[in-house]
């Protein structure tokens, strides 16, 4: 897809699902928080859920952890508008509770559409609840940080949520080594990962029963 055409077909997804009713977190919700950036961009990175500053200001990551995302995007040359940034949901949960698998279930298909219009060479999936959801896995988030998957052509790229480095700073290390890699992914321009013996294939990694788990949450 040309650039313009994405950049109309974001703003069309956008004007079409903000006034979303589908779940409860709607009526709580201040603002909508779609997510922002470049429509162009060749990586995005996946958040949770909007927190308290960004349904006050209807944009992601624009807290602590965000001011942090912003530092590691700066640490490797980037600028938040060059990249897109996005959560799994949209509506603030109610003090910032974990996302509930309903919720997920009903909000996935926008962060899907996002993806498919956007076409980013890499994702990079900040934190245990997006890693799981587009890697179709329940693995934690210590197993899979840091290493590379290669699905549908694209890369994905788990790392630690900021705002759990936040709590944990004696994980801020291993977040700025993956950013590096991120950047050496970015450089090889998406098609070939930084080490090839870290591509992994997730299928041949899923335990039957990690399969049947994730048929039941009806992820994908
Ligand atoms: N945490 C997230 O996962 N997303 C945000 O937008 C802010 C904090």
């Known amino acids: 897809m040309e650039d313009y055409d994405k ?3 974001l703003k069309e997804f956008f004007l079409k699902i903000k006034n979303c009713e589908e779940c409860e977190l709607s ?13 162009c961009a060749s990586i995005m990175f996946v958040g949770e859920a909007p927190g308290k500053n960004e349904d006050l200001q209807g944009l992601p990551f624009v807290g602590q952890a965000g001011k942090l ?3 590691l995007l700066d640490s490797i040359g980037f600028d938040r508008s060059e990249v ?5 949901l949209k509506c603030r949960p109610p003090g ?11 909000c996935k298909g926008y962060l899907l559409e996002q993806i498919k219009i956007i076409d980013p060479k890499i994702i990079c999936t900040l934190g245990k609840f997006s890693t799981q959801l587009l890697l ?22 788990p790392i630690n ?17 993956d950013f590096k890699k991120i950047k050496r992914l970015i450089d090889s321009d998406g098609e070939m990962p930084a080490c090839e013996e870290d591509v992994l294939n997730l299928e041949s990694e899923t335990t039957g029963d990690e399969q049947n788990k994730d048929e039941q949450l009806g992820l994908f």
């Open 7 to 9: 950049r109309e077909k």
């Open 27 to 39: 009526r709580s919700r201040t603002k909508f928080v779609f997510g922002s950036g470049n429509a």
């Open 69 to 71: 995302l912003d530092e």
């Open 84 to 88: 897109f940034i996005a959560n799994i």
């Open 96 to 106: 910032n509770r974990d996302p509930r698998i309903e919720e997920i279930n009903i």
């Open 136 to 157: 179709n896995t329940d693995k934690g988030i210590n197993t899979l940080r840091g290493k590379v998957f290669k699905i549908d052509g694209r890369i994905i790229m």
């Open 161 to 177: 949520h900021p705002a759990a480095v936040l709590y944990a700073p004696s994980r801020m290390e291993i977040l700025k080594q």
